[in-house]
């Protein structure tokens, strides 16, 4: 008859935070086993201690934890098989061993390595324990979701862009495993735009407990048992308490407009800069096309706008931050390319001097069509706005004669429309007059979009019947190449 390996969480460090039968199991055990570097301190034995007694103790050292190693994971590896035998041995011998972890078990705990080697061939029981997140949260006194809310835990030695997305992602977070990790942690709450909503929790439940904002918190003061904590956004707009600091930190400031590039379309092309400038904001406007893009935050005010009213789209973006609001002016792509970016800060030039204006890039059309086909900008190249509605048809005709002339590859945005239908017709006779008719164009439409369509035509064959408003058009230069089907590009040297 073997004995029994229980797995028992014991909390984030308050003993009296233990559960009934975690302190069972501890008290009737035969022998109890816990982890701890070389230094031979245990929390989790500490956490246990006044139920100990006659138990056999069964110390778990790691052979390393933060250091280098030429093979980290295979040091561990071989400490855990050696763990595992050592634990089996007592369970041979009719012996129930507990192995007691801080926290839960099963939450970033070190029992489950054991517990992948032993459970097949013992009987095993894990008893849950509180996880120092909810200790954290229960520190602040702050819920960590409410509602529909997404809470996400993440640990700190993710890279810190990969942190940043999932911040800029996510309603509330959590993030383990500090330590070494904090600079790294802290730069991407900074990236992501949650810096300011972000606590740091130290040792929660124990007497060395801490609490504060995590951005005045000094990294070399960070202990590996501290969690970061973005908690409850519904919670922090709905407590008057919470409403009224806000407010307060906003008297007398200007809010801020952010021109965020929502890019072509796919969500994975949307930057961690533009996640998380969308996910502070609090207002996003812009042409309803583009507004309908953005994930819905029962937070924000959402205000779209007809296409054609860059101007006055841009004042009352500006209105609204003079008066306190974070403001996200979206547009497609880039917002630098024919968007919104320069109507901004045109307006905001012109009587909005106190208000703070940001850019924030986006890929662009012209960059997502020429990554379908392979590199038809790989040289010098220029991008030019067929449409007359802002600018006269005969400075359009001399620019592209221009660029034609130096033999240079373009990008053409806004071709056609329902009520321009003649401008692709009258670009491509003027190109011809430069051009080669075999001259590659690459011909997208909707790229990103449902609808995407990615052809090659020459550029004598163009028909503008089929190009509209969401296509853009690639004309390349005399250098450019089509080798094979589905291939252009423009040799990085020319001739």
């Known amino acids: 008859m073997t004995g029994t390996l229980y797995g028992v969480g ?10 009934v039968r975690a302190v069972d199991l501890v008290r009737d055990a035969d022998v109890v086993a816990y982890h701890c570097a070389r230094h031979g301190r245990s929390n989790a034995r500490a956490i246990v201690a006044r139920y100990l007694g006659t138990q056999v103790e069964e110390q778990l050292t790691y052979p390393v934890t933060t250091e280098d190693t030429a093979d980290y994971q295979g040091t561990l590896d071989a400490f855990y098989a050696e763990a595992a035998a050592r634990l089996a041995a007592h369970l041979d011998a009719g012996r129930d061993v507990v192995v007691v972890a801080e926290g839960d078990p099963f939450f970033y705990g070190s029992y489950m390595h054991l517990h992948k080697r032993l459970a097949d061939r013992y009987p095993t029981e894990v008893v849950p324990g509180v996880t120092s997140v909810a200790a954290a949260a229960a520190a602040l006194g702050r819920p960590l ?4 809310e997404v809470l996400t835990v993440l640990p700190g030695t993710l890279p810190p862009d990969e942190l940043a997305a999932r911040l800029a992602d996510t309603d509330a977070a959590a993030v383990m495993k ?7 942690v802290r730069a991407a709450l900074a990236t992501s735009g949650r810096l300011d909503e972000a606590f740091y929790v130290e040792r929660a439940s124990t007497d060395r407990e801490r609490l504060a904002p995590l951005a005045d918190v000094d990294p070399a003061e960070v202990p590996y048992f501290s969690v970061g904590v973005v908690p409850s956004r519904v919670h922090a707009d709905t407590t008057p308490t919470a409403r009224a600091e806000t407010a307060a930190a906003l008297d007398g400031h200007p809010g801020e407009v952010v021109v965020v590039g929502l890019g072509p379309g796919a969500r994975d092309r949307l930057t961690p800069e533009a996640a998380a400038a969308l996910a502070v904001a609090d207002d996003v406007v812009g042409y309803a096309t583009y507004t309908a893009r953005v994930p819905p935050n029962p937070r924000q005010r959402v205000h779209p706008s007809d296409n054609k ?3 006055e789209r841009a004042a009352f973006a500006l209105d609204l931050a003079r008066g306190g609001r974070r403001v996200a002016v979206v547009s497609s792509g880039d917002p630098g390319v024919f968007a919104m970016a320069s109507a901004v800060v045109e307006v905001a030039a012109d009587g909005y001097e106190d208000v703070p204006v940001r850019v924030v ?15 038809p900008l790989g040289h010098d190249y220029a991008m030019i706005s067929l449409s007359d509605r802002l600018k006269p048809w005969d400075v359009v005709e001399r620019r592209l004669a221009a660029v034609a002339d ?3 590859a373009l990008a053409l945005y806004n071709p056609g429309s329902r009520s321009r239908t003649w401008q692709v017709e009258a670009a491509r006779e003027v190109l011809l007059k430069y051009r080669d008719p075999s001259t590659p164009v690459v011909v997208g439409r909707d790229v990103d ?3 995407e369509s990615v052809r090659i035509v020459r550029l004598a064959d163009l028909d503008p019947g089929e190009v509209d408003m969401r296509t853009l058009l690639i004309v390349g230069s005399s250098s450019t190449r089509w080798p094979a089907a589905g291939t252009v590009y423009t040799p990085r040297r020319h001739g």
């Open 145 to 148: 979701v409410e509602r529909d």
């Open 309 to 311: 009213v860059e101007s």
């Open 178 to 184: 500090l330590g070494r990790t904090f600079t790294g």
């Open 406 to 408: 130096a033999d240079m």
């Open 361 to 375: 890039p986006g890929v662009s059309a012209a960059q997502a069509v020429a990554a379908r086909v392979g590199a």
């Open 449 to 451: 979009g449902p609808e």
């Open 10 to 19: 014991v909390g984030p460090g308050d003993p009296s935070l233990m559960t």
